[in-house]
Structure formats: structure tokens, C-alpha cells
């Protein structure tokens, strides 16, 4: 499945919220192009990047089919959950779910991308 996504630029489209949510509240909605290489999986999930997920990461990931899935761990408070995506035919989407604890909800975020074209050389 790794196989199947090639590294380029994407139109990504991420919706993240909270799994068990009041009704009315909508998911935040975030739309980026961004670079993206398949052997760095995280890229695909920004959440992982946040503050309040510091020391969470996706581990051993396996292939099934055209997809990828992967645990989540996060050291420090034990939170555990599990991450997927799969790619082909220029296109590639993916969900990440992370369960809750005493302190955190449990949360979700979902991406979908289009495959627009190689990546833009950096002149550094």
C-alpha cells in the first residue's frame, strides 16, 4: 500500500473531532496542500503534532491490501488507539481514532487528499 502512494503534492482535507460529541458541535475542518511521502506516515495525521498529543506516535505499521494501519501509543498518560490509510489511482484517505482518558476525550481525525502533481523543487 505504501506502494501505492506516491510522494507529491496533495490537496488534503483533514475533519477532526471529538468521537463522542454533544450533538450540534461540528468536527473543525482543515484544507491544505502539503508535500507528502509515504514513508513518513504522521504527516498525514497534524494531530499528532499538537501539544496536548506530545509523545504520541504510530508504531508498526502492516499492510493490507491498499492499506496501511498502525497502533497509536502515547507515552506518559497510556492512551492507545489505532491509525489507517490507503492510496491509489491518485487519491489516498486515511482515519486515525485515539481512545480516552481521565483528562482527554476520546478523538478522531479523518484525512482525504487528490494527488495534484509533483512536489515544487525548494531553492534554498
Do not use: K, N
Request: hydrophobic residues 30%; aromatic residues 4%.
Amino acid at each position: 500500500a505504501a506502494d501505492a502512494m506516491q510522494p507529491g503534492l496533495y490537496e488534503l482535507t483533514w475533519q477532526t473531532g471529538a468521537t463522542q460529541r454533544e450533538r450540534g458541535l461540528s468536527d473543525a475542518l482543515r484544507q491544505e496542500r502539503r508535500c507528502i511521502d509515504p514513508r513518513d506516515p504522521a504527516v498525514l495525521f497534524p494531530i499528532l503534532s499538537d501539544t496536548e498529543l506530545q509523545g504520541c506516535r504510530l508504531e508498526r505499521g502492516a499492510v493490507s491490501g491498499r492499506a496501511v494501519h498502525y497502533l497509536v501509543s502515547c507515552d506518559g498518560d497510556g492512551r492507545h488507539g489505532s491509525a489507517r490509510w490507503e492510496a491509489g489511482d491518485g487519491a489516498l484517505s486515511g482515519e486515525l481514532e485515539l481512545g480516552a482518558d481521565r483528562r482527554h476525550a476520546a478523538i478522531r481525525q479523518r484525512v482525504r487528499g487528490t494527488r495534484l502533481g509533483d512536489c515544487p523543487d525548494r531553492q534554498d
